[in-house]
């Protein structure tokens, strides 16, 4: 789970490569440019931790608490985007390789695989700088049982300690005070503690609001990111373009200057999209006839990303809405960071995640989405190694179809296993269904002759 | 005449079926996928308009032929009943094995030709004295043989050039061979070489000649076909029929193509429709009550439930394993040296229940041969086989949605009577024996009529697409373009 934030695929916001229309700002580019730089920065600021003294924590995507290692100057690296970025650099299938040579199994998610074989391979980053070793490994999101397990091989191979925050399961599909509290004591008895004793020195609490206040404020952006795609033709894809929308809100940035600047800029280049009528980007340019509007469940494929992209873009799809970039946050639906709340706001994030919540609730928000995002269908990429997402996405399929009437479509394929990503195959799916789309905006009328 | 063209590219077979612009059926061909696509699809669609040349004949048969006082022509219209010359056997059925004899003796020909410049290449330098007279000598034979092979009620094991000339091929040279004359080995090699090239190049076809030939057969009454000659008068008419129909034009108004792997067909994208949705609107066209659909074709298995106009609502297809699709049985004949089609049958005698639990093709060929060497018998290992193999698109089909009624059967498995009583006592288990099942023994055009069916929709939209290039470039020879012209 997680976001690519990187500058080895061409990003939704960069120029087509040939026959690009006229520009429409001359800022248009700020945005992915600001991100470029960031990520840069941080993998430089990672590589020279260790001589300059700055301690380092392992931590994941969903439930990351990472205001409250900035708020310490603890630098956080994240081995899930790691992995997925090993994935679109062709590097996956190499580092899953050599961590099935040390004996774990072709079943196993593969992003774990990739995050050892990378390991193994030398800990380069997908910059190409040297990645530190962790001082801790904090896992703060406990709704994927894999994350238990891969940090449990990662204190092995580090010989480093591990924090844990254990999050209760929206079982109910609510947060409640109780649950809230649980996790505020344990972020104040257990995880401060631990993460303070790295940073050595005591968290700030004034500080840690600053910080919040920074996430909110971007958050609001991204929000408006998001809902832009309410208007037709929309101006962003909410998922192949959305994955790069969320690598800073995702990853190390979110709670600093350069993400509220990044979300200020994306928010007003997506505005300017919006009011000229345009579409999204996509890997051959921009689109320019919105054919179908659809919502998509479940995390995309890597290895062939922009492939993947493609057979939807180049049929005129457009993914208005989707869950998998609500991993790291479900803001549309109202959190946000609060800086006169800060513990009890972190804990809220935590418990939170989209996978943190139970069927009905993801149910009722893809149906929401089909609904405020007026879509044509939906369609579910499922990701068998991925349990957090793919356990009961057939019966959401079923259920939603009777909700809403409106087609579904199920695909299969993995993340960053370049061997599961059947192209012919997964190709075939996604036309039949975007064909079977077509066949019911035409409505019932037909000759059965 | 004017019609609609739907093809379906299959991974085994391509199906092209025609459709007049009322969506009766014009005509059906069927031919191998061999290696090259646009050959397949041209060869499918000279065969559907054969066929549909030879509806017209039979009509024209019946009105020429049946007024006629002496004949005993039924004229009942369609299974070949027309113009009985001598009361054994229909004129039309008798054109159609002379015009399959003419068509296999000009292919048996582009092979001898083929074969021959083969035999030139230096590599063959050592043995060309031995190769070439036995390659006659297996080719004389394949000619000579050739009558009872089409003649006559004799069934033939395919319809398929390349099966028919590789039986003979491999049989006259098994004999040269036994003799010492040349060795087994380097004659097959040299057909497989050539048969490949043979299919690849588009065959120039002309239905006029062809037919005219098979008529001028029939007049001189040859021996094997039991029908003796045709008096003067008669064969006279005949010929006048032969010519009209021969010169009838058909125009084709519309075109759509699918089949599996799409981004290698040779159409244009526009008239490219996905097989899922083909084969439920075709499904459904055969039987209108239809609401869920299994096909299980060469290498993958399709779940789809339709509405009540033949729309896809939803289907299900395994992304990440082709295991238990049509190629599964044909990876078991091999394993046992028999025919695809007697797997079934075999798999019936079965008195005694095998479990098997993989559905994964090369494991269960292992399986096979386990329990083969464990000593249990053929048929209950197959039907175990069967049975795991159904188990597999009961799953695929509850993903789907379950079974509504009514179910439709179809794909290159559905032929397959061990298959289809399996599914049967599934359907009976899971979902009731309320559902009905329905199987067409011409199923294997569903793909094709769903896509002819959308060709007829775009016919109505206004956006008809165009045939494809190489069928009018390459695909058929100036006599056939005259004939339909």
């Given at each position: 789970m997680t976001t690519p934030a990187t500058d080895a695929v061409k990003s939704p916001s960069a120029?087509?490569?040939?026959?690009?229309?006229?520009?429409?700002?001359?800022?248009?580019?700020?945005?992915?440019?600001?991100?470029?730089?960031?990520?840069?920065?941080?993998?430089?600021?990672?590589?020279?931790?260790?001589?300059?003294?700055?301690?380092?924590?392992?931590?994941?995507?969903?439930?990351?608490l990472t205001e409250l290692l900035s708020a310490l100057d603890l630098l956080p690296v994240l081995p899930e985007i790691n992995a997925l970025q090993s994935g679109m650099r062709g590097k996956s299938r190499g580092y899953i390789g050599e961590a099935e040579k040390s004996g774990h199994s072709e079943d196993v998610c593969t992003y774990v695989k990739c995050d050892l074989g990378m390991k193994k391979s030398g800990n380069i980053s997908p910059t190409g700088t040297q990645l530190p070793d962790p001082d801790l490994l904090l896992l703060s999101y406990t709704g994927c049982f894999t994350f238990l397990k891969w940090f449990e091989i990662l204190r092995e191979e580090y010989d480093c300690p591990v924090s844990m925050l254990h999050v209760p399961y929206q079982a109910d599909g609510k947060i409640t005070p109780e649950m809230r509290r649980y996790v505020v004591d344990q972020l104040e008895r257990?995880?401060?503690?631990?993460l303070e004793k790295i940073a050595g020195k005591s968290l700030d609490m004034d500080r840690l609001s600053e910080i919040?206040?920074?996430?909110?404020?971007?958050?609001?952006?991204?929000?408006?990111?998001?809902?832009?795609?309410k208007h037709k033709p929309s101006p962003i894809d909410g998922y192949f373009g959305?994955?790069?929308?969320?690598?800073?809100?995702?990853?190390?940035?979110?709670?600093?200057?350069?993400?509220?600047?990044?979300?200020?800029?994306?928010?007003?280049?997506?505005?300017?999209?919006?009011?000229?009528?345009?579409?999204?980007?996509?890997?051959?340019?921009?689109?320019?006839?919105?054919?179908?509007?659809?919502?998509?469940?479940?995390?995309?494929?890597?290895?062939?990303?922009?492939?993947?992209?493609?057979?939807?873009?180049?049929?005129?799809?457009?993914?208005?809405?989707?869950?998998?970039?609500?991993?790291?946050?479900?803001?549309?639906?109202?959190?946000?960071?609060?800086?006169?709340?800060?513990?009890?706001?972190?804990?809220?994030?935590?418990?939170?995640?989209?996978?943190?919540h139970c069927l009905p609730n993801r149910v009722s928000l893809l149906?929401?989405?089909?609904?405020?995002?007026?879509?044509?269908?939906?369609?579910?990429?499922?990701?068998?190694?991925?349990?957090?997402?793919?356990?009961?996405?057939?019966?959401?399929?079923?259920?939603?179809?009777?909700?809403?009437?409106?087609?579904?479509?199920?695909?299969?394929?993995?993340?960053?296993?370049?061997?599961?990503?059947?192209?012919?195959?997964?190709?075939?799916?996604?036309?039949?269904?975007?064909?079977?789309?077509?066949?019911?905006?035409?409505?019932?009328?037909?000759?059965?002759? | 005449m004017k019609c609609v063209v739907g093809i379906d590219l299959g991974s085994t077979t391509t199906k092209a079926l025609l459709l007049t612009e009322d969506g009766e059926v014009l005509g059906?061909?069927?031919?191998?996928?061999?290696?090259?696509?646009?050959?397949?699809?041209?060869?499918?669609?000279?065969?559907?308009?054969?066929?549909?040349?030879?509806?017209?004949?039979?009509?024209?048969?019946?009105?020429?032929?049946?007024?006629?006082?002496?004949?005993?022509?039924?004229?009942?219209?369609?299974?070949?009943?027309?113009?009985?010359?001598?009361?054994?056997?229909?004129?039309?059925?008798?054109?159609?094995?002379?015009?399959?004899?003419?068509?296999?003796?000009?292919?048996?020909?582009?092979?001898?030709?083929?074969?021959?410049?083969?035999?030139?290449?230096?590599?063959?330098?050592?043995?060309?004295?031995?190769?070439?007279?036995?390659?006659?000598?297996?080719l004389d034979g394949a000619k000579s043989h050739a009558p009872e092979l089409f003649l006559g009620d004799a069934p033939r094991k395919s319809d398929f050039f390349r099966d028919l000339a590789g039986a003979a091929f491999v049989e006259g040279a098994e004999t040269?061979?036994?003799?010492?004359?040349?060795?087994?080995?380097?004659?097959?090699?040299?057909?497989?070489?050539?048969?490949?090239?043979?299919?690849?190049?588009?065959?120039?076809?002309?239905?006029?000649?062809?037919?005219?030939?098979?008529?001028?057969?029939?007049?001189?009454?040859?021996?094997?076909?039991?029908?003796?000659?045709l008096g003067t008068d008669d064969l006279a008419r005949l010929r006048r029929v032969v010519d009209t129909v021969a010169a009838e034009p058909i125009d084709e108004l519309a075109f759509v193509g699918t089949g599996y792997g799409r981004q290698t067909l040779p159409f244009p994208k526009e008239s490219i429709r996905s097989e899922i949705l083909c084969h439920g609107r075709g499904a459904h066209r055969f039987f209108p009550g239809t609401r869920t659909v299994l096909d299980i074709g060469g290498q993958d298995t399709k779940a789809i439930q339709v509405d009540e106009h033949g729309v896809v609502t939803s289907f299900q297809m395994n992304d990440r394993c082709a295991a238990g699709?049509?190629?599964?049985?044909?990876?078991?004949?091999?394993?046992?040296?028999?025919?695809?089609?007697?797997?079934?049958?075999?798999?019936?005698?079965?008195?005694?229940?095998?479990?098997?639990?993989?559905?994964?093709?090369?494991?269960?060929?292992?399986?096979?041969?386990?329990?083969?060497?464990?000593?249990?018998?053929?048929?209950?290992?197959?039907?175990?086989?069967?049975?795991?193999?159904?188990l597999r698109a009961m799953s695929l089909l509850a993903r789907s949605g379950g079974i509504e009624n009514e179910f439709t059967f179809t794909g290159g498995v559905c032929k397959n009577p061990m298959a289809t009583k399996v599914l049967r006592e599934l359907v009976d288990d899971n979902y009731g024996e309320a559902i009905t099942m329905n199987i067409h023994p011409d199923s294997i055009y569903m793909g094709a009529m769903g896509a002819a069916l959308f060709a007829l929709e775009d016919l109505d939209a206004g956006t008809a697409g165009l045939l494809p290039t190489f069928v009018q470039e390459g695909g058929t020879t100036e006599a056939a373009q005259e004939v339909r012209a």
């Open positions: 120029p087509p490569p040939e026959a690009a229309p006229t520009p429409i700002t001359p800022s248009k580019d700020a945005s992915q440019l600001r991100q470029k730089r960031m990520i840069g920065e941080h993998f430089e600021r990672l590589e020279r931790a260790p001589e300059e003294g700055n301690k380092v924590v392992y931590t994941f995507v969903p439930g990351n257990d995880v401060i503690p631990a919040l206040e920074l996430s909110r404020q971007a958050e609001d952006d991204l929000v408006a990111v998001w809902e832009s795609a959305g994955v790069y929308y969320v690598g800073p809100i995702f990853s190390a940035f979110r709670g600093t200057e350069d993400a509220r600047e990044y979300y200020r800029e994306l928010r007003a280049e997506v505005e300017e999209r919006m009011a000229a009528g345009r579409g999204p980007m996509t890997p051959d340019g921009e689109l320019t006839e919105e054919r179908y509007r659809l919502v998509v469940e479940g995390p995309p494929n890597w290895t062939s990303f922009n492939d993947f992209w493609r057979m939807f873009s180049r049929e005129g799809a457009v993914v208005v809405a989707s869950t998998y970039t609500k991993v790291g946050g479900l803001y549309d639906t109202g959190f946000r960071h609060d800086p006169d709340r800060p513990l009890e706001s972190l804990a809220e994030y935590c418990l939170n995640c989209y996978t943190n149906e929401q989405y089909l609904r405020d995002y007026e879509a044509d269908g939906f369609l579910i990429n499922s990701v068998k190694s991925c349990n957090s997402f793919s356990v009961g996405q057939l019966l959401m399929l079923r259920t939603l179809e009777e909700r809403t009437g409106l087609p579904g479509g199920f695909i299969e394929s993995d993340l960053v296993d370049p061997r599961y990503f059947g192209k012919a195959n997964i190709e075939n799916r996604v036309q039949s269904y975007l064909q079977m789309l077509a066949s019911h905006k035409k409505g019932p009328k037909r000759r059965s002759a | 059906r061909g069927i031919t191998n996928s061999r290696s090259s696509y646009d050959v397949a699809c041209a060869v499918a669609r000279e065969e559907a308009l054969t066929a549909a040349r030879f509806a017209m004949l039979e009509h024209q048969l019946a009105t020429s032929f049946h007024h006629d006082a002496g004949r005993t022509g039924n004229g009942n219209g369609t299974g070949g009943g027309s113009g009985d010359v001598n009361g054994s056997r229909p004129l039309e059925t008798l054109l159609q094995e002379a015009f399959r004899l003419e068509l296999y003796l000009d292919q048996l020909g582009h092979l001898r030709e083929r074969i021959g410049e083969l035999v030139e290449s230096p590599q063959h330098e050592e043995w060309r004295n031995a190769l070439e007279p036995a390659v006659a000598e297996i040269i061979a036994e003799r010492g004359d040349a060795p087994f080995e380097r004659l097959l090699a040299l057909y497989d070489r050539a048969i490949l090239d043979v299919e690849t190049n588009l065959e120039t076809r002309s239905f006029a000649d062809l037919l005219r030939r098979a008529t001028e057969r029939i007049g001189e009454g040859t021996p094997g076909n039991g029908n003796g000659h699709s049509g190629r599964y049985l044909g990876y078991l004949a091999d394993e046992l040296s028999l025919g695809l089609h007697e797997l079934g049958p075999l798999a019936l005698q079965a008195t005694r229940k095998v479990r098997v639990n993989s559905t994964c093709t090369v494991f269960a060929g292992a399986e096979l041969r386990e329990r083969l060497a464990l000593g249990e018998k053929r048929e209950d290992i197959l039907a175990g086989l069967h049975r795991a193999m159904m």
